[in-house]
């Protein structure tokens, strides 16, 4: 397909899948751009930001496309770092990833691109935009008066598949974004990037937390936090452990803490609930549920991105990233009753509605209904 004349800004992290991205773009007569996003970073930690702003402008130079920045440190350390703090502080475990695309990749970078008169914006996500036509309207706020529906699918990959931390993306935002490598596997993406002989075909995938890379939370948090030593209790209210703050602690989670003569044969302890005003965490031998028999649970911020959900069918819930997919109903647009009790809920996080391969969008869990 001749695409000759439209112009596409890619975000470049220096990574190797926005590298492929830029260099798939090109090759199929876009007229592409790479942009590096310039984000805040913890004077206290070692940051790559510098190597990896080489890395895209080689990736740049070697493909043959103009290189630009954009500064987005202060909306970065206010959207994304700012908002991760206070959610711990409050006792909720946040997905900085998604505010990070919904404020910055889709948010601030994505405008300044239109606004630089970019046709599309591409990023390097795992994930696939299906575009069909619709012939009535639907019930969906965002789709009036528009003849085309764009939709979310899961990439190719299973095990890179990234539309869990994208359900807040509008149909605004998905006609002007491209996702090159949705369609291919990340052994395919290694290979392109030799084919190509781009400077990132051998780099290590990034880890952590959008952007900044691998971070070790309990440390980062202990920054802007203050550490304070509190009990583990067990499910009948003995203390068997300690902790350094049930803050930096999430729902489900086996490490952390300490438990009190503890042999090797005993059963790993998870946490089940948290105190944050009395500082304790419970934890107990299995991972924590709750009675779908009788509760439902509260969404806020929900987001369907083309179809809205239809309370007579099953979908599927994930409530963390590669988690299970439990089956559930929608009991209204901000209310979900699974039919299989999931484990391990944390409060704050995005649980992601799916029909099949398809991403429906979600929502932040935010309490229990009766």
Sequence with gaps: ???????????????????????????QGYNVTGVFIKIWSPEWQECTSKDDRLDAMRVCAHIGIPFKEIDLTEEYKREVVDYMI??????????????????????KFFDWCIGKGADFVATGHYSHIENVKIKMQNDNENLKNNADIYRLK??????????Y??????????????????????????????KFKLPTAEKKDSQGLCFVGHV??????????????????????????????AHFLTIGERHGF???????????????????????????????????SYES???????????????????????????KNYPCRLENKNTVRFIESPEALALGQSL??????????GGVMEGFSI
């Design 216 to 245: 070790d939370i309990k440390e980062f948090l202990s920054r802007y936090i203050p550490q304070k030593r509190g009990d583990v209790l067990n499910e009948k209210g003995k203390v068997i452990g300690f902790h350094e703050g």
């Design 352 to 361: 992601v509605i799916y029909d099949n391969q398809q991403c429906l969008g």
């Design 258 to 292: 300490t438990v009190f003569q503890k042999t090797p044969n005993d059963m790993p302890f998870y946490i089940i609930s948290k105190n944050i005003r009395e500082n304790t965490v419970t934890v107990a031998p299995k991972l924590p549920s709750y009675d779908i």
């Design 154 to 163: 899961t990439s190719t990959d299973k095990a890179k598949d990234q539309t």
């Design 297 to 323: 649970l509260r969404l806020s911020s929900v987001n369907w991105i083309a179809d809205v959900p239809d309370t007579e069918k099953i979908y599927e819930a994930r409530i963390r990233y590669h988690g």
């Design 86 to 107: 206070s959610e711990y502080a409050k006792g909720r475990t946040p997905n900085p990833d998604v505010m990070c695309n919904k404020t910055i990749k889709f948010g």
């Design 165 to 194: 931390f994208l359900w807040t993306l509008t149909q605004k935002q998905l006609a002007k974004t491209l996702f090159p490598v949705g369609g291919l596997k990340k052994v395919e993406v290694r290979k392109r990037a030799k």
């Design 1 to 27: 397909m001749n695409r000759q004349g439209e112009k596409v800004f890619v975000g470049l992290s220096g990574g190797v899948d926005s590298s492929v991205s830029a260099a798939l773009l090109k090759k």
